[in-house]
């Protein structure tokens, strides 16, 4: 299965470590772990704001998709 996270991308659920509030990167240690992570994707343009942060195991992703809203996507496809 997969889940739409805004613009035209689609990722594979098997694939998610976690769905986090884009409010995590107010924290400098989270700031810092992403900023080093590999594979950083916005799923959108850059002048739309970003709403939650997908964490994969080899990328993170950007949406402006709500957290709560993906995981309904994802409640809804189980």
């Given at each position: 299965?997969?889940?739409?996270i805004?613009?035209?991308?689609?990722?594979?659920?098997?694939?998610?470590?976690?769905?986090?509030?884009?409010?995590?990167?107010?924290?400098?240690?989270?700031?810092?772990?992403?900023?080093?992570?590999?594979?950083?994707?916005?799923?959108?343009?850059?002048?739309?704001?970003?709403?939650?942060i997908v964490?994969?195991?080899d990328?993170?992703?950007y949406?402006?998709?709500?957290?709560?809203?993906?995981?309904?996507?994802?409640?809804?496809?189980?």
């Amino acid at each position: 299965m997969y889940l739409h996270i805004g613009g035209n991308k689609l990722i594979s659920l098997n694939n998610i470590i976690g769905i986090f509030n884009i409010d995590l990167e107010k924290n400098q240690n989270n700031a810092d772990f992403l900023e080093k992570f590999p594979g950083k994707y916005s799923g959108e343009e850059e002048s739309i704001k970003n709403s939650s942060i997908v964490m994969m195991s080899d990328k993170v992703y950007y949406s402006s998709i709500s957290p709560l809203t993906l995981m309904r996507r994802i409640e809804k496809n189980e």
